[in-house]
């Protein structure tokens, strides 16, 4: 034979013989009578295989899977190869059995049997055999809730009881119960320690439960100034336990501001207004907050204000927040208020305080009347304090917000001393309706309670921050309520645009008057690299006068964050 046809034969060879080696087989199981077959077809197993040994491995898996059902005695009688491509295995299932009784020592934890089952009687229960796996993981799982992550359940002296009923001694095997010896911050080194021990609830010395800990690592989420870069890891030695957890620093100060322009009805000139608002959060490393705003109204009104939060102070659940805001109104009046509270903060999203408020006012005219004039008053006040954030989305970084406060205390001037009552409240919520559609509303309103009033010391409102289409401040009240509301639609992640539908009531003693208005328009909102630019065109009335296009407002603010 040629050298040539004996090479063409030798390669004809190699791939007959590899097509060989790579054809699968089959599999086909059976139990000892037709309805044996059917419970193992009802459990399921594959039926092609790459080899023997894949094949071997899922009839011992099937096996494992019947005496998790119940079917304990099960054996496998045989496996035939029926020819070069097909297997078929023999089953011999027996009686199910369907409950289980467990006995346990006396000195067992019952504590920690009870919450998990109740029903106990003479140092023993029944399950489902079905039930028997998912106990022995939770009841393992809770005992490593109390320090000893390494301990083991073993079902001993196990003992077929009747043909329905089997028998089976719990015992544990326990290690040296671990508690939290050091905690190291991998990542962010200079995060607060204080927010550890408070905010997280991690402390050294506690025992050592890993499924508790990632719960408590996942309350960084709710955190502005730090995230989670992975899950916590824990080293364990002979007599310590550390656990690492790996934190970054995220960037929290934001820029504010916008810049409104209308048309002033009396002189039919274009007006403009804006403010700046400035957050520093965490600049320290303390989780401090600190404000700086300032706005300048259209019609002639200047808002000065700096506060500072300093949460968990000396590692202690306590937050002091001091702040000075200062007003003015033309060349009328300037009102200086001053205020510090002590929060308690109670877990992540909630807190209550205490303080003292006092402000000075100053009448810039030349002569006092009965309704402007100099004052001072003082407030001893509580409030409290509810946020839930969802800081994984950058355009609505809030969900939930409540504030509400009281303050009781007397305001003095030359006409003597008034006691006074006032309470404010501010609060809103997002719905999402889905990953495109929300709805925002928000509810904010205040009432000063008091035997007289002064023009300096009643509220002003209006403006993008509270009802729309009106001028900034520009709304003078004794009590007053505002509705805002939008509904929002997120053309993609960046960007969305909303409507404007919003609505009021407020009362002004002074003047004797009660007034409803109304807002209506619609806004955009971008997210780009400079940070979250909005647009707001919206038009306000009151109850008795219809919409006029003039008195529209636009409004265009920037939040950058850096």
Do not use: C
Not at 347 to 374: F, M, P, R, Y
């Amino acid at each position: 034979m040629p050298f040539y046809n004996r090479i063409i034969l030798f390669v004809l060879f190699l791939i007959s013989w590899n097509q060989g080696i790579s054809q699968s087989i089959n599999l086909k199981i059976n139990g000892e009578n037709a309805s044996s077959t059917k419970i193992i077809d009802s459990i399921g197993y594959p039926n092609t295989y790459d080899d023997y040994k894949s094949l071997q491995t899922e009839i011992n898996t099937l096996k494992e899977k019947l005496t998790k059902h119940g079917y304990i005695d099960t054996t496998i009688e045989n496996i035939i190869q029926q020819n070069d491509t097909l297997f078929k295995a023999d089953f011999i299932l027996g009686k199910r059995i369907n409950r289980i009784k467990i006995t346990y020592e006396s000195d067992f934890n019952v504590e920690l049997l009870n919450s998990i089952h109740r029903s106990q009687k003479n140092n023993s229960f029944e399950l489902k055999i079905t039930e028997l796996e998912g106990y022995l993981k939770d009841l393992n799982s809770r005992i490593a809730e109390e320090g000893d992550p390494f301990s083991t359940l073993q079902l001993v002296a196990i003992t077929k009881l009747n043909s329905d009923l089997i028998s089976a001694d719990l015992k544990i095997v326990t290690n040296q119960k671990r508690r939290i010896d050091k905690i190291i911050i991998k990542g962010y080194e200079k995060f607060p320690k204080s927010y550890i021990k408070r905010f997280m609830k991690l402390k050294t010395g506690k025992y050592f439960n890993l499924n508790a800990i990632k719960e408590k690592i996942e309350l960084l989420e709710e955190l502005r100034f730090a995230s989670k870069i992975k899950d916590p890891e824990v080293l364990f030695t002979q007599d310590s336990t550390t656990l690492y957890l790996y934190i970054e620093k995220s960037r929290t100060n934001n820029f504010d501001g916008f810049l409104g322009f209308g048309t002033n009805e009396d002189t039919n000139k274009i007006e403009f207004d804006g403010y700046v608002d400035l957050r520093l959060i965490n600049n320290l490393n303390y989780g401090e907050t600190i404000n700086l705003f300032y706005k300048s109204d259209e019609i002639d009104q200047q808002t000065f204000s700096v506060d500072a939060n300093l949460p968990y102070l000396f590692g202690s659940p306590v937050e002091l927040e001091v702040g000075l805001n200062i007003f003015r109104k033309d060349s009328t009046f300037l009102n200086a208020k001053q205020y510090a509270n002590i929060n308690y903060l109670i877990n992540a999203q909630h807190k209550v305080g205490v303080g003292i408020t006092s402000t000075t006012s100053t009448n810039l005219l030349e002569d006092d009347t009965d309704i402007l004039n100099d004052y001072t008053s003082s407030y001893f006040t509580l409030n409290y304090n509810y946020t839930k954030p969802q800081f994984s989305d950058p355009l609505f970084p809030i969900n939930f917000w409540f504030d509400f406060s009281s303050g009781f205390g007397d305001r003095i001037n030359d006409l003597g001393k008034q006691s006074q009552r006032v309470f404010s409240l501010d609060t809103y919520k997002i719905f999402n309706l889905n990953n495109k559609n929300s709805f925002y509303a928000r509810i904010n309103g205040a009432t000063l309670a008091s035997n007289d009033y002064l023009d300096n010391e009643l509220f002003r409102f209006g403006g993008i921050n509270s009802i729309r289409g009106f001028e900034e401040n520009s709304l003078v009240a004794n009590l007053y309520g505002v509705l805002s509301t939008e509904y929002r639609y997120r053309l993609s992640t960046g960007i969305y645009v909303h409507s404007v539908l919003d609505a009021a009531y407020f009362e002004n003693k002074l003047t004797d008057s009660k007034e409803k208005l109304f807002g209506f328009g619609f806004g955009l909102g971008l997210l780009t690299n400079a940070g979250l630019f909005r647009l707001n065109y919206s038009s306000g009335k009151t109850e008795n006068r219809p919409f006029k296009l003039s008195d529209s407002k636009v409004h265009i603010s920037l939040t950058a964050t850096f």
